[in-house]
């Protein structure tokens, strides 16, 4: 069995403080737009199954339990309790957290507490441009105050990170280099003019200036990546190259092989496990092979990608795990590894690399 530390979790979200019944609970286990088709359950799915092995255990149940007793189970526990024991038994010891948008969820310091871990902080630029934005009237104040803010971020965070400009549908209109002071007060004046309270960025030119802001503070950027053009993040890739800012590219399935080849091809690009794992549940072992196939070991890092619910963040650490004990530990019974090189990698991509590349531990 391969050997892993404590896991560093390098992309996370806090979790409800709510109890749930089985309709919420169940609407929480998969990213759907409505809720289960009629006479099926999200139960019935990889990350459904997932919770059912690996979750239990740690409240004191089977593994497998039907939904019914396990749901159970949680009422009896309480929301705050179920929370303490299912990511203490996760084996995580330090959390990256994004804090926005939070709603009912814990905040950093909350989630540590729970999970006996420490906690750093993971600055969304979106929601850091909507926060300005309330509280300046005109363009030239919301783009100043915006610059003290990011560089106000960068003091205390452990990373900025984007949701936006490569995911949603207006990605393939981003430009890749940086956007001139013009264009910028033009992106601005547009968005804050027909912004209602709370509005999201996606203005691509200001999405840009968003990102722009972040390589220039020197902190690692993480970057939501999902099934749209990949030439805009390929090409911004290759813009921030040699300039000293790291790129974490996050939630790459199933385009996990490019999040690897970029990660091969830049040595500023780094590869996340991500979500993925939890959401494949039994097939996860083969997800992260091909994630190791390509990319560098040094350059890629775990997350479990939990929110909402600490089942999420459990099943995405468990997971990792034995997923990580299969793959390397297959290749070790073929001959390919040595026991000593792949505790050294399982060591690396659980913990080590984060700890790297985010300074996590004192010079």
Wanted: proline residues 7%; contains cysteine.
């Amino acid at each position: 069995m391969i050997e892993t530390p404590h896991l560093v979790d390098q992309y996370c979200h806090g979790v409800l403080r709510t109890e749930l019944g089985l309709g919420t609970f169940e609407a929480q286990l998969t990213r759907s737009a409505g809720p289960p088709a009629a006479g099926t359950t999200f139960f019935d799915t990889q990350t459904g199954f997932a919770v059912r092995r690996w979750c239990p255990p740690l409240l004191g149940l089977e593994p497998h339990a039907t939904p019914a007793r396990y749901l159970a189970r949680r009422r009896e526990l309480g929301a705050a309790e179920t929370a303490r024991r299912l990511l203490r038994g996760s084996g995580v010891a330090a959390y990256l957290v994004d804090t926005g948008p939070a709603g009912d969820l814990t905040g950093p310091k909350e989630l540590a507490l729970a999970g006996d871990a420490e906690v750093f902080e993971t600055v969304r630029l979106e929601l850091l441009a909507e926060q300005v934005a309330d509280t300046s009237g005109t363009v030239g104040a919301f783009l100043s105050n915006l610059a003290e803010a990011v560089h106000h971020a960068a003091a205390g965070a452990a990373a900025f990170t984007c949701a936006t400009a490569f995911t949603c549908t207006d990605a393939p209109a981003f430009e890749p280099d940086p956007p001139g002071p013009g264009a910028v007060r033009g992106a601005a004046g547009r968005w804050l003019a027909r912004r209602p309270r709370g509005g999201a960025v996606r203005d691509p030119v200001l999405l840009a200036h968003l990102l722009w802001s972040a390589v220039a503070s020197g902190l690692p950027l993480q970057l939501h990546t999902g099934a749209v053009d990949s030439a805009p993040l390929t090409g911004f890739v290759r813009a921030t190259a040699g300039l000293g800012t790291r790129l974490v590219l996050l939630g790459g399935y199933p385009d996990q092989r490019r999040a690897a080849q970029l990660a091969a091809a830049f040595p500023h690009v780094y590869a996340d496990t991500g979500a993925a794992l939890g959401q494949t549940g039994a097939r996860a072992a083969a997800v992260l092979a091909e994630l190791l196939e390509l990319a560098p070991f040094g350059k890629v890092l775990f997350s479990s990608g939990g929110r909402r619910l600490p089942e999420l963040h459990a099943v995405g650490a468990l997971v990792f795990r034995e997923a990580l004990g299969r793959v390397l530990g297959g290749w070790v019974a073929e001959g390919a590894w040595s026991w000593r090189d792949a505790e050294r990698v399982a060591a690396m991509v659980a913990a080590g690399n984060a700890r790297r590349l985010y300074r996590l531990d004192p010079p």
